[in-house]
């Protein structure tokens, strides 16, 4: 018996209970639907099985294929999700799901398309099996280094958190203020940006200037370690170097060590998130109304502590894994864009042989359609890794990054115009903002008070007050500003300006915007030859 999404396997159910007396029946072949509190959730069918009140069976009907209408309840899982009604739990009915509209191009489509998806979703699924097998690498070699911690079978000595210590709270907003709307130098930390043993940065939100003055002795360093200690508690990370000095909400505690050299805090932080230091720190929650870790208990939790030596050798170790998977997490990032795109695509009738045959041609124009909020974040990006150079690196670095970028990805950064000034190609809106916080420039594309909070003008330098959103730059674009930065970072003036003054520099009057076809005339013959069957 199938009674919801509780009963299902991987891919498909995995049924617990029994039942003589049957009045609903699925098939093999049929789609298995959740329809209460897990609504969409679904498994294929193997075999004949009672179906209870939380799971529709679905039968597709001659004219529609079983992939296609699993790949397109995937798409609708959402829409149908919104139609959910119920106090204490969300259930969908039967003509809920009957209104939901399918398109259904012929069979053939409906299985080229299906296989397309699945053959996305299956490179998806292969990215998150590597992130398993790297967790469960990390895992082997802790237990092999430094056995069991619920048995601590190399007989490490035993030390209280409190000994090695400080544990300190966070502090929530106060009352009636607000996130800041647009990113500011002060970073918040919630407990939801704990994940996967990490911070999430992409997620972290912002403070507002004068928000942050009254919380600021609430702020995490590099080097501590962050436990939650409401809602979800017992998620540790340690605090990374591109995360020191961000505010911790109320709802995690910092330990700081008391004394340098005690410990590693990827190797403490590892080992509270072992089963056995969870147990422990679970036989510590307080159960007033809801569940709380207070302070003082985090304190009397007991860790065996090897020799700094070992613990050094392990952090090197997860280091190295944690590259791996910060690239691994990385394509998969972008395979789920791929994906969602995909999707969109495939069940809007843009993904048809007929559709894909014909593909629309674009324009050069749309090339230089300005994206304000990336474009902020690849000047932020850029300056600050070009630190102790004037303004001219990261602004050139700009153009050297889109010229990279459309090379190899036919597109550009955040559609940015260059401008052919005297010392070559200059992107305007980088360059307006750089001047509008050195003279008080009126024109200026990016939004002024996330200039101000991002950058500053120091003399000829821009300086970068904060890092860039990796939320905002995804990996292609912080690759192409990584090979372009490379490129500017030990050229002088003079070299830079002779390395800028290409062919579409040359062909354009100075001061007037550079036309992208000229720019990509400027670019290997391959990709000038997929630029021009792309764009008009």
């Known amino acids: 018996m199938i009674a919801g999404a509780g009963d299902f396997g991987d891919g498909i159910p995995n049924a617990k209970k029994f039942t003589r007396s049957a009045s609903k029946l699925s098939e093999p072949g049929d789609v298995i639907l959740g329809i209460r509190a897990s609504i969409g959730e679904k498994v294929h069918s193997d075999g004949i099985y009672c179906l209870g009140r939380g799971v529709a069976g679905l039968r597709p009907k001659a004219g529609l294929d079983v992939r296609y209408l699993w790949n397109w309840l995937t798409y609708a899982k959402l829409e149908l999700s919104s139609k959910g009604k119920g106090a204490t739990f969300k259930q969908v009915n039967r003509a809920d ?36 097998h790297l967790d469960s690498l990390t895992q082997s070699i802790f237990l092999d280094m430094f056995g069991d911690p619920a048995t601590n079978p190399k007989a490490w000595a035993l030390r209280t958190i409190q000994e090695l210590c400080e544990v300190k709270g966070g502090k929530r907003l106060p009352k009636g203020s607000e996130y800041s709307p647009i990113p500011t130098p002060f970073r918040y930390v919630r407990v939801t940006n704990l994940r996967d043993g990490r911070i999430d940065e992409s997620q972290l939100l912002f403070l507002q200037p004068e928000i942050q003055r009254e919380i600021a002795r609430y702020v995490v360093n590099s080097e501590d370690i962050i436990i939650s200690i409401a809602g979800s508690i017992g998620l540790v990370a340690a605090v990374p170097d591109s995360v020191d000095g961000a505010n911790l909400t109320e ?3 910092k330990l700081v060590t008391k004394s340098r050299g005690t410990y590693v805090p990827e190797f403490l932080a590892f080992l509270l998130r072992t089963e056995a230091m969870q147990g422990q720190i679970s036989s510590h929650v307080g159960q007033v109304t809801i569940g709380k870790l207070a302070l003082f208990r985090i304190e009397k939790v007991t860790v065996p502590l090897p020799p700094l030596s070992l613990q050094q050798v392990f952090g090197t170790r997860v280091e190295a894994i944690e590259s791996l998977k910060a690239k691994h997490r990385a394509a998969l990032a ?45 000047l932020v990006y850029a300056a600050r890794r070009l630190p102790n150079q004037g303004h001219y690196w990261p602004l050139k670095a700009q153009y050297v990054a889109d010229r990279h970028h459309l090379e190899r990805h036919g597109r550009t950064l955040y559609g940015e115009t260059h401008v052919a000034m005297p010392y070559g190609p200059v992107p305007q809106a980088a360059y307006n903002a750089s001047r509008a916080l050195a003279n008080g420039e009126l024109i200026c594309e990016f939004p002024m008070d996330a200039v101000r909070a991002a950058l500053r003008r120091d003399g000829e330098t821009l300086v970068a007050l904060r890092d860039a959103d990796p939320g905002v730059l995804g990996a292609e674009e912080r690759e192409s500003l990584d090979w372009a930065i490379r490129l500017v970072a030990d050229l002088s003036f003079e070299e830079l300006k002779t390395q800028t003054h290409d062919a579409a520099w040359e062909k354009t009057p100075r001061n007037e915007p550079m036309a992208w076809q000229d720019i990509v005339a400027t670019l290997d013959p391959a990709a000038q030859q997929r630029l021009r069957a792309t764009f008009e």
């Open 334 to 378: 972008e395979l789920d864009a791929l994906f969602a795109s995909l999707q969109h695509r495939a069940f809007n009738g843009e993904l048809t042989a007929q559709a894909s045959a014909q593909p629309k041609r674009r324009t050069f124009a749309e090339l230089g359609q300005l994206d304000a909020t990336k474009g902020l974040e690849a």
């Open 251 to 253: 709802n995690a505690a």
């Open 97 to 132: 799901i009957g209104e939901l509209r399918i398109p259904l191009p012929p069979l053939p489509e409906q299985r080229r398309i299906a296989a397309i998806l699945d053959q996305a979703e299956t490179l998806r699924t292969q990215r998150r099996a590597a992130l398993a």
